[in-house]
């Protein structure tokens, strides 16, 4: 009789501890579509869109983590979400090959579908997690195979239901002209708005420059009696319809000043809510067999291993969505198997109030705060204690296995090395067992378009530079960097399939290290940079390079984890981190990397900078062009060389012939596919380009 008891009381104690759990509670399909057939993929593949509809409970402590979920309560205790998801599976669910890619959406965009994943019968399963609802995510009424993912999160709100309030920046810049102009952050709105359209309660400053230190010259108060928060334009002059997206300036804008305003913003929302509502939707599809109302999972009993990825921006986010814990489950199990941050190599800026996750580490964006190494290290430089991502899924046992890779861009301009070297630069931080990481020497933030005619002036190689992504940062200086990621990340593929479905290990990692004499301060002399012809000589000095900037964001935040309440804005900057970069070889191209047939057969100079031109976009010129590459051509003929004073050998000097370089493709890729980083098909094609390419026709 006891011993049915105690059986009955643990049973209902599960009941309860289920029915507390965070999770999905409804899924509505809103659209099912036949994926078009491709080259290649014999298994006929569909798309399905819709939303899911969770629960979680704030008691929880993984939920607990999630800065103002307290203030995100409805009326019966419980915080309620809906995210958007795609699936891309088999129609017939028999030639599912049992992986799942779980994809973070980048700014709501979901990446195509890779031919190589349709080959293998894998599942893709892209769902929601940025909330800010600004723009690119703006929420929908359904979900779409074509469109945007979108999050639904609460407000914060006090326990009285008065508003939440607090210090808000936003800037202008590159801008002209007496038309007004939104604040944004990334092409994408500031998601918050002013509490109050009363201009002095607000501060709007102008700039006439500042550096990549954070140094600040001809700073200028705009008096609130010049400017509104307002529309105006030819048939609406100052001071405008009144808008609080946009402001509204007297004398209009001028596009060699940058223009940056402090207001008073009100309902911030609870966007950590977006680490738990793609943890429980992944939860839901890998596990679940239907939601509560009988709507069946369309993969249920079909995934047996899953990875989670992302890229850049939503690669940051796996970073930071891991080193919170969410990897672990309400019911203590481990959620993904694998996880891909591509190009990612920080945790990004989402689990505090007033948060702008679109943001790119632009001045005084958070993201660089506390730990962005893997595993324990003191951050004596910042003051903080030994920590590292891997801290929380340590102790539950819950740690996936992880592949990282970089760009030459990452290094540059979105600070990357500390992840490798800690915040003071001077020892080689040990990575895992369950960690491989590599890196893609002089590339561009991922990856560029590749093929041999793109390095070749006149014939494939364009005049002008690529775009600036970022705040209307302007154009590069320097032409597109070319080298392409798309056949690492290829064999990267394969190789990360093996190892979370079959336990093989793959390629060791490979990056460039202090141990190895690889890495130094990021100067031209320290580096090693040659003469590079038509670029100024100064790059890449003075700081080119975009630094970590210590900030101090007020007593409220929390650094080590990027959570809290930042009170000041913009925040102080305590000091400026020394950044180390890979160094360079006679042709200025970085060493440490994996193979790559473009670089170890290359055709010019392959740069992870650029630099900004001036023109229509004054204000960002000679600084870094944010996060693209360039490229610098080698001279065709030793003539050609020497009349441009370029000290790197030409084209002729350096093959010969046409079938020269065709056989140093070759080359090359033997090397590649011998060391695990290129696959067999990829090799043949790239050798079938060079021959059909114009090099030294």
Same mark, same amino acid.
């Given at each position: 009789?006891?011993?049915?008891?105690?059986?009955?009381?643990?049973?209902?104690?599960?009941?309860?501890?289920?029915?507390?759990?965070?999770?999905?509670?409804?899924?509505?399909?809103?659209?099912?579509?036949?994926?078009?057939?491709?080259?290649?993929?014999?298994?006929?593949?569909?798309?399905?869109?819709?939303?899911?509809?969770?629960?979680?409970?704030?008691?929880?402590?993984?939920?607990?983590?999630?800065?103002?979920?307290?203030?995100?309560?409805?009326?019966?205790?419980?915080?309620?979400?809906?995210?958007?998801?795609?699936?891309?599976?088999?129609?017939?669910?028999?030639?599912?090959?049992?992986?799942?890619?779980?994809?973070?959406?980048?700014?709501?965009?979901?990446?195509?579908?890779?031919?190589?994943?349709?080959?293998?019968?894998?599942?893709? &399963?892209?769902?929601?997690?940025?909330?800010?609802?600004?723009?690119?995510?703006?929420?929908?009424?359904?979900?779409?195979?074509?469109?945007?993912?979108?999050?639904?999160?609460?407000?914060?709100?006090?326990?009285?239901?008065?508003?939440?309030?607090?210090?808000?920046?936003?800037?202008?810049?590159?801008?002209?002209?007496?038309?007004?102009?939104?604040?944004?952050?990334?092409?994408?709105?500031?998601?918050?708005?002013?509490?109050?359209?009363?201009?002095?309660?607000?501060?709007?400053?102008?700039?006439?420059?500042?550096?990549?230190?954070?140094?600040?010259?001809?700073?200028?108060?705009?008096?609130?009696?010049?400017?509104?928060?307002?529309?105006?334009?030819?048939?609406?002059?100052?001071?405008?319809?009144?808008?609080?997206?946009?402001?509204?300036?007297?004398?209009?804008?001028?596009?060699?000043?940058?223009?940056?305003?402090?207001?008073?913003?009100?309902?911030? @929302?609870? &966007?950590?809510?977006? @680490?738990?509502?793609?943890?429980?939707?992944?939860?839901?599809?890998?596990?679940?067999?239907?939601?509560?109302?009988?709507?069946?999972?369309?993969?249920?009993?079909?995934?047996?291993?899953?990875?989670?990825?992302?890229?850049?921006?939503?690669?940051?986010?796996?970073?930071?969505?891991?080193? &919170?814990?969410?990897?672990?489950?309400?019911?203590?199990?481990?959620?993904?198997?694998?996880?891909?941050?591509?190009?990612?190599?920080?945790?990004?800026?989402?689990?505090?109030?007033?948060?702008?996750?679109?943001?790119?580490?632009?001045?005084?964006?958070?993201?660089?705060?506390?730990?962005?190494?893997?595993?324990?290290?003191?951050?004596?430089?910042?003051?903080?204690?030994?920590?590292?991502?891997?801290?929380?899924?340590?102790?539950?046992?819950?740690?996936?296995?992880?592949?990282?890779?970089?760009?030459?861009?990452?290094?540059?301009?979105?600070?990357?090395?500390?992840?490798?070297?800690?915040?003071?630069?001077?020892?080689?931080?040990?990575?895992?067992?369950?960690?491989?990481?590599?890196?893609?020497?002089?590339?561009?933030?991922?990856?560029?378009?590749?093929?041999?005619?793109?390095?070749?002036?006149?014939?494939?190689?364009?005049?002008?530079?690529?775009?600036?992504?970022?705040?209307?940062?302007?154009?590069?200086?320097?032409?597109?960097?070319?080298?392409?990621?798309?056949?690492?990340?290829?064999?990267?593929?394969?190789?990360?399939?093996?190892?979370?479905?079959?336990?093989?290990?793959?390629?060791?990692?490979?990056?460039?290290?202090?141990?190895?004499?690889?890495?130094?301060?990021?100067?031209?002399?320290?580096?090693?940079? +040659?003469?590079?012809?038509?670029?100024?000589?100064?790059?890449?000095?003075?700081?080119?390079?975009?630094?970590?900037?210590?900030?101090?964001?007020?007593?409220?935040?929390?650094?080590?984890?990027?959570?809290?309440?930042?009170? &000041?804005?913009?925040?102080?900057?305590?000091?400026?981190?020394?950044?180390?970069?890979?160094?360079?070889?006679?042709?200025?191209?970085?060493?440490?990397?994996? +193979?790559?047939?473009?670089?170890?057969?290359?055709?010019?100079?392959?740069?992870?900078?650029?630099?900004?031109?001036?023109?229509?976009?004054?204000?960002?010129?000679?600084?870094?062009?944010?996060?693209?590459?360039?490229?610098?051509?080698?001279?065709?003929?030793?003539?050609?060389?020497?009349?441009?004073?370029?000290?790197?050998?030409?084209?002729?000097?350096?093959?010969?012939?046409?079938?020269?370089?065709?056989?140093?493709?070759?080359?090359?890729?033997?090397?590649?596919?011998?060391?695990?980083?290129?696959?067999?098909?990829?090799?043949?094609?790239?050798?079938?380009?060079?021959?059909?390419?114009?090099?030294?026709?």
């Amino acid at each position: 009789m006891y011993k049915a008891s105690w059986i009955l009381a643990c049973s209902l104690l599960g009941a309860v501890h289920l029915s507390a759990q965070a999770r999905v509670t409804r899924i509505v399909i809103d659209e099912t579509q036949p994926m078009p057939a491709v080259a290649g993929a014999a298994i006929a593949y569909e798309q399905i869109a819709g939303r899911a509809f969770g629960e979680l409970d704030p008691k929880l402590p993984n939920n607990a983590i999630i800065q103002d979920i307290e203030l995100a309560k409805d009326a019966d205790g419980k915080v309620r979400y809906m995210a958007s998801f795609v699936i891309y599976k088999p129609v017939d669910l028999k030639q599912a090959s049992g992986l799942m890619w779980h994809d973070v959406p980048n700014r709501g965009r979901v990446y195509p579908f890779a031919v190589q994943e349709r080959t293998f019968g894998d599942i893709e &399963l892209a769902s929601a997690w940025q909330g800010d609802n600004a723009g690119w995510t703006a929420i929908k009424p359904k979900a779409s195979v074509s469109g945007m993912q979108f999050l639904q999160v609460p407000v914060a709100k006090h326990q009285d239901g008065s508003r939440v309030t607090g210090h808000v920046l936003g800037r202008i810049v590159n801008q002209s002209g007496p038309n007004s102009q939104p604040l944004i952050v990334q092409n994408n709105p500031v998601p918050y708005k002013p509490l109050d359209l009363d201009t002095s309660k607000s501060t709007l400053t102008s700039r006439g420059s500042e550096n990549m230190r954070g140094e600040v010259t001809d700073e200028q108060a705009i008096a609130a009696t010049d400017w509104a928060w307002a529309k105006c334009d030819a048939q609406h002059p100052f001071p405008g319809v009144p808008d609080p997206t946009q402001i509204c300036l007297k004398n209009g804008f001028d596009a060699k000043r940058l223009y940056q305003v402090v207001f008073t913003g009100a309902d911030p @929302y609870v &966007l950590g809510v977006g @680490y738990a509502a793609w943890r429980d939707v992944a939860v839901f599809f890998k596990h679940a067999r239907a939601d509560d109302q009988g709507t069946p999972n369309p993969i249920a009993s079909v995934v047996k291993h899953s990875i989670g990825r992302g890229v850049s921006q939503s690669g940051n986010y796996l970073r930071g969505w891991l080193h &919170l814990g969410f990897n672990q489950d309400e019911a203590g199990k481990q959620v993904h198997e694998g996880l891909w941050p591509i190009i990612a190599g920080r945790r990004i800026a989402l689990n505090f109030r007033w948060a702008q996750p679109d943001g790119v580490l632009e001045l005084y964006q958070a993201g660089s705060e506390g730990p962005q190494w893997w595993l324990p290290h003191a951050d004596v430089v910042r003051g903080l204690p030994s920590a590292g991502i891997l801290d929380r899924c340590t102790r539950s046992q819950t740690c996936p296995k992880i592949v990282e890779h970089f760009g030459s861009a990452e290094v540059w301009a979105l600070k990357l090395t500390p992840e490798w070297v800690g915040t003071d630069g001077k020892q080689d931080l040990s990575l895992p067992p369950n960690v491989k990481r590599y890196y893609i020497a002089s590339s561009n933030h991922g990856g560029g378009a590749g093929g041999f005619d793109s390095s070749l002036p006149g014939v494939g190689l364009p005049k002008t530079g690529p775009m600036c992504p970022g705040n209307n940062f302007g154009q590069g200086v320097l032409p597109a960097n070319p080298v392409p990621h798309t056949h690492t990340v290829n064999a990267l593929r394969v190789h990360f399939r093996n190892w979370v479905m079959r336990g093989t290990e793959p390629p060791a990692s490979r990056y460039p290290t202090l141990a190895r004499g690889e890495l130094a301060p990021a100067s031209k002399d320290a580096l090693g940079y +040659p003469h590079l012809p038509g670029l100024r000589a100064t790059v890449p000095e003075r700081d080119f390079i975009m630094p970590v900037h210590d900030y101090d964001w007020g007593p409220n935040f929390n650094a080590l984890d990027g959570s809290g309440v930042p009170s &000041l804005a913009p925040p102080r900057i305590k000091q400026v981190l020394t950044m180390l970069a890979p160094k360079v070889d006679a042709d200025g191209n970085e060493r440490g990397g994996v +193979p790559v047939v473009l670089l170890d057969a290359p055709l010019g100079t392959y740069l992870g900078w650029n630099v900004t031109a001036g023109g229509a976009k004054p204000f960002h010129q000679n600084e870094i062009c944010n996060y693209v590459g360039g490229m610098v051509p080698f001279a065709r003929t030793a003539q050609e060389r020497q009349a441009n004073q370029d000290v790197r050998p030409s084209l002729q000097e350096r093959y010969g012939s046409h079938e020269g370089y065709v056989q140093a493709v070759r080359q090359a890729t033997q090397r590649a596919m011998k060391e695990g980083f290129l696959l067999p098909e990829d090799a043949a094609m790239l050798i079938q380009e060079a021959d059909a390419s114009a090099v030294l026709r």
